[in-house]
């Protein structure tokens, strides 16, 4: 059955939005796999298979929610998102750069990287490809 209707505002945004965590959640896994194979950091604790899927996929949604109320509420809403998640991405690794785990400098710094390299791919990815993606509607119509 072919259905043709319009999606509503709401529906574009979030599943927007969720499309980039989806990307984004397969990026994170590879580069968890790729970081742990060369460098053999073992323990996870807080940064795993799961606890990707599930944070990077909910965080998604929440920043689809985030930019539909941005776009209803604010002019210029893309460049304000832009901003706003590109400073909290660089709070976030700013934060991730003094993390500490198990009193150890090594696990310490090695999972300091770890973070860091989860946290620029989802602020990438929120940054920059929620607003384009939602702006050329003629790329996510086919996958949506």
Not at 21 to 45: M, W
């Amino acid at each position: 059955m072919n259905y043709n209707y319009e999606q509503s505002f709401l529906s574009r945004t979030i599943l927007t939005s969720v499309l980039v965590g989806f990307a984004a959640t397969v990026l994170c896994l590879a580069y968890n796999i790729f970081y742990r194979e060369s460098t053999g950091y073992q323990p996870a604790d807080f940064i795993n298979v799961s606890s990707l899927i599930f944070a990077v996929n909910i965080i998604f949604f929440v920043i689809g929610l985030i930019y539909f109320v941005l776009l209803r509420t604010v002019k210029k809403a893309d460049l304000v998102f832009t901003v706003l998640f590109a400073l909290v991405t660089i709070l976030c690794v700013w934060r991730a750069s003094q993390a500490t785990m198990q009193h150890n400098a090594l696990l310490s710094s090695e999972f300091r990287t770890l973070l860091t390299g989860v946290i620029v791919i989802m602020g990438i990815g929120a940054s920059f490809f929620v607003p384009y993606l939602f702006r050329h509607k003629n790329l996510t119509d086919r996958i949506l």
